[in-house]
């Protein structure tokens, strides 16, 4: 713990005089025991912090789960709500066998890591089981991501699949390269730094956000869009998920977990920047959940206009996802950039979801929940957002004050940042790709992607699951059984309404 008690029995004899060895000994023990009270004390300060933060970025599972569904027509709403509880618990299983190894374990060249497969040798001096739990929940984050860009047509197995090999292989690397200490990339280097200063993206912008939103991308885009998303002419049908408030709810949900997420992210929060003064990492903390909320806003506030602007009408399902492509852009530079920089984050990162979202459509490109729009492309500004307003105050505070420390462009420390978060762009782009990408043409050349055609025109969840998610009538349900009626035939009704 900084500012730790210190004694030294001789030096406290000298002062106490002759024959007072036994007493400085003494004192000197008791000094130390308190030391070390302090001590366990700031550890369990900043376990419980994290454990706490782990709590709410978990619980963003449970908004993901509101907005799928929400999002999706009715006739779907099992199958989405199925595959959020998967990716949690595949992801669980897949991220402690292999995940958190390859993202946290040591590594000689800075690609993946090789330690603590199954938790094995677990804890170590640097990591304990909470900093495992925060991960694993920002792990199946990214797995939740990429199941809405997929939603209403792809088979159960193909879920498992890729939940499975996001969370315990392909985000682990990318974890590995910008967070590990011994990533290639990491700004955590003690040297040798990529451009000098390494890629910094504090909770995810591209780890968690471009990840999740690339692989969903390549899902949909080999998958193909749904029946009757465009004409033969090419014109675009909006299939409108059945349920605004679901949206919202799911929205308020994700909203309310960011704040562990973010501001979760320093992992610990007894660190005075400035012995003995009121200034220290809990005062970072605040900030970036300042930011955070301030780039959120910013971008509802942009969308609800711009999108009033473009279609004539206020819709609260765009002004939701302009929130959190907001949230999804300051996710990188959260802890680094100033309050007035968030606002600006916020206000571009609308523009770059309602410029993707109309170029998807000129594409052809079909993502029910616009979350390789809004998680890559609004991810990918973030990242670039960072190099240009980064403040060195802050950079210095959050990654450790070093000679060649580079920050922000347009707040005058150059180019080289900047540099360093293009270059993590391409490498997730890249990466992503080669394996997610490969990863669906193989299940759809085994025809494990897609579901039939009669299938995804009868809804998933009749035609894998079942039966309906909601029971609009007592006869719905096929295992209640009415006298002289057989199941689904439609129960009598009044011809006239009830009076008012």
Same mark, same amino acid.
């Given at each position: 713990m900084s500012g730790a008690i210190t004694c030294s029995a001789a030096d406290l004899s000298a002062l106490?005089?002759?024959?007072?060895?036994?007493?400085?000994?003494?004192?000197?023990?008791q000094l130390g025991t308190v030391n070390n009270k302090f001590t366990d004390a700031a550890y369990a300060l900043d376990n419980t912090y994290l454990l706490f933060s782990a709590y709410l970025v978990f619980a963003m599972q449970l908004g993901f789960a509101m907005l799928c569904a929400g999002s999706v027509r009715a006739k779907n709403t099992m199958n989405i709500m199925l595959t959020n509880v998967l990716d949690a618990a595949a992801g669980g299983i897949s991220y402690y066998l292999f995940g958190y190894a390859f993202a946290f374990g040591e590594s000689s060249g800075g690609f993946i890591g090789t330690h603590n497969f199954g938790l094995k040798n677990f804890p170590t001096s640097t990591s304990d089981y909470s900093f495992f739990l925060y991960q694993w929940a920002f792990a199946i984050a990214a797995a939740g991501i990429t199941s809405g860009s997929i939603a209403e047509r792809t088979q159960f197995v193909a879920y498992l699949i890729y939940s499975s090999f996001l969370t315990g292989f392909v985000y682990p690397v990318v974890a590995?390269?910008?967070?590990?200490?011994?990533?290639?990339?990491?700004?955590?280097?003690?040297?040798?730094?990529?451009?000098?200063?390494?890629?910094?993206?504090?909770?995810?912008?591209?780890?968690?956000h471009m990840v999740g939103g690339i692989a969903g991308l390549w899902g949909a885009l080999i998958e193909g869009p749904r029946i009757g998303r465009f004409e033969e002419g090419g014109r675009?049908? *909006?299939?409108?998920? %059945?349920?605004?408030?679901?949206?919202?709810?799911?929205? $308020?949900?994700?909203? +309310?977990?960011?704040?562990g997420f973010n501001p979760g992210s320093f992992t610990k929060i007894l660190i005075p920047y400035e012995s003995g003064s009121s200034y220290g990492q809990w005062s970072g903390i605040g900030r970036t959940a300042v930011t955070t909320t301030l780039s959120g806003c910013?971008?509802?506030?942009?969308?609800?206009?711009?999108?009033?602007?473009?279609?004539?009408?206020?819709?609260?399902t765009d002004v939701c996802n302009g929130l959190l492509g907001g949230f999804a852009a300051i996710t990188a530079g959260c802890s680094v950039v100033e309050p007035w920089a968030a606002i600006v984050c916020g206000f571009i990162a609308s523009l770059v979801l309602i410029g993707c979202n109309k170029l998807a459509e000129l594409l052809k490109y079909d993502?029910?929940?616009? *979350?390789?729009?809004? %998680?890559?492309?609004?991810?990918?500004?973030?990242?670039? $957002?960072?190099?240009? +307003?980064?403040?060195?105050k802050y950079v210095n505070e959050v990654y450790g004050a070093s000679p060649g420390r580079h920050?922000?462009?347009?707040?005058?420390?150059?180019?080289?940042?900047?540099?360093a978060q293009l270059v993590q762009i391409v490498v997730i782009v890249g990466w992503v790709s080669a394996t997610m990408g490969t990863l669906f043409f193989i299940l759809k050349q085994l025809n494990l992607l897609r579901i039939s055609e009669k299938d995804e025109m009868r809804g998933m969840d009749i035609a894998r699951h079942g039966g309906f998610a909601y029971i609009y009538h007592d006869n719905d349900d096929e295992s209640i059984q009415f006298p002289g009626m057989t199941p689904g035939s439609p129960l009598p009704r009044r011809s006239d309404p009830p009076s008012l």
């Amino acid at each position: 713990m900084s500012g730790a008690i210190t004694c030294s029995a001789a030096d406290l004899s000298a002062l106490l005089g002759p024959n007072s060895t036994a007493a400085a000994d003494y004192i000197c023990g008791q000094l130390g025991t308190v030391n070390n009270k302090f001590t366990d004390a700031a550890y369990a300060l900043d376990n419980t912090y994290l454990l706490f933060s782990a709590y709410l970025v978990f619980a963003m599972q449970l908004g993901f789960a509101m907005l799928c569904a929400g999002s999706v027509r009715a006739k779907n709403t099992m199958n989405i709500m199925l595959t959020n509880v998967l990716d949690a618990a595949a992801g669980g299983i897949s991220y402690y066998l292999f995940g958190y190894a390859f993202a946290f374990g040591e590594s000689s060249g800075g690609f993946i890591g090789t330690h603590n497969f199954g938790l094995k040798n677990f804890p170590t001096s640097t990591s304990d089981y909470s900093f495992f739990l925060y991960q694993w929940a920002f792990a199946i984050a990214a797995a939740g991501i990429t199941s809405g860009s997929i939603a209403e047509r792809t088979q159960f197995v193909a879920y498992l699949i890729y939940s499975s090999f996001l969370t315990g292989f392909v985000y682990p690397v990318v974890a590995h390269w910008f967070w590990s200490p011994d990533g290639w990339a990491s700004p955590f280097l003690s040297a040798d730094r990529l451009f000098g200063t390494g890629a910094i993206d504090f909770a995810g912008s591209g780890v968690v956000h471009m990840v999740g939103g690339i692989a969903g991308l390549w899902g949909a885009l080999i998958e193909g869009p749904r029946i009757g998303r465009f004409e033969e002419g090419g014109r675009a049908i *909006a299939l409108r998920g %059945h349920s605004a408030s679901l949206v919202v709810l799911g929205t $308020f949900l994700l909203w +309310f977990g960011w704040y562990g997420f973010n501001p979760g992210s320093f992992t610990k929060i007894l660190i005075p920047y400035e012995s003995g003064s009121s200034y220290g990492q809990w005062s970072g903390i605040g900030r970036t959940a300042v930011t955070t909320t301030l780039s959120g806003c910013t971008a509802a506030l942009t969308t609800l206009f711009g999108k009033r602007f473009l279609s004539g009408h206020w819709k609260v399902t765009d002004v939701c996802n302009g929130l959190l492509g907001g949230f999804a852009a300051i996710t990188a530079g959260c802890s680094v950039v100033e309050p007035w920089a968030a606002i600006v984050c916020g206000f571009i990162a609308s523009l770059v979801l309602i410029g993707c979202n109309k170029l998807a459509e000129l594409l052809k490109y079909d993502d029910p929940l616009e *979350a390789a729009q809004l %998680h890559g492309g609004c991810g990918a500004w973030g990242l670039i $957002f960072v190099g240009l +307003f980064a403040n060195e105050k802050y950079v210095n505070e959050v990654y450790g004050a070093s000679p060649g420390r580079h920050y922000g462009l347009f707040m005058g420390g150059g180019g080289k940042l900047l540099g360093a978060q293009l270059v993590q762009i391409v490498v997730i782009v890249g990466w992503v790709s080669a394996t997610m990408g490969t990863l669906f043409f193989i299940l759809k050349q085994l025809n494990l992607l897609r579901i039939s055609e009669k299938d995804e025109m009868r809804g998933m969840d009749i035609a894998r699951h079942g039966g309906f998610a909601y029971i609009y009538h007592d006869n719905d349900d096929e295992s209640i059984q009415f006298p002289g009626m057989t199941p689904g035939s439609p129960l009598p009704r009044r011809s006239d309404p009830p009076s008012l």
